[in-house]
């Protein structure tokens, strides 16, 4: 079992940045790849971005170049900064832990946080 718990979510201006983190119990955090998934009212979890074990990332394309996904695996920590935030991001933003390859797909994640709002105003 891996336990996650996400923080750093928000209330911040359009053009802002907030940093989320997600912090790691349980599993050798390092064995897993991690991802950052969000969600909107009536829709399904989006992928944001995510990480292999060794640190190889990709990002959806909207949030390239404005989000950077990051991993401490000594202290079992996975990052999500968020630079050049619009009111479209808004959503509960989610960690999420696979123990395959890293991996765009939500449902080969295995392992959930309770989820962080992100909140951007215009």
């Known amino acids: 079992q891996v336990q996650l718990v996400e923080s750093g979510g928000g209330l911040v201006q359009a053009g802002g940045s907030l940093r989320l983190s997600c912090a790691a119990s349980?599993?050798?955090?390092?064995?897993?790849?991690m991802g950052w998934f969000r969600r909107v009212p009536r829709k399904e979890r989006e992928f944001v971005a995510a990480?292999?074990?060794?640190?190889?990332?990709t990002y959806q394309d909207s949030v390239k170049d404005r989000f950077t996904i990051s991993r401490d695996n000594a202290k079992n920590t996975l990052f999500l900064q968020m630079n050049s935030l619009k009111p479209e991001d808004t959503a509960v933003y989610y960690c999420?832990?696979?123990?395959?390859?890293?991996?765009?797909?939500?449902?080969?994640?295995?392992?959930w946080g309770q989820g962080t709002q992100v909140t951007v105003s215009s």
């Open positions: 999420a832990a696979s123990g395959t390859t890293m991996t765009l797909t939500r449902t080969r994640y295995d392992y």
């Open positions: 349980g599993r050798t955090f390092s064995n897993y790849a």
């Open positions: 990480i292999s074990g060794s640190g190889g990332t």
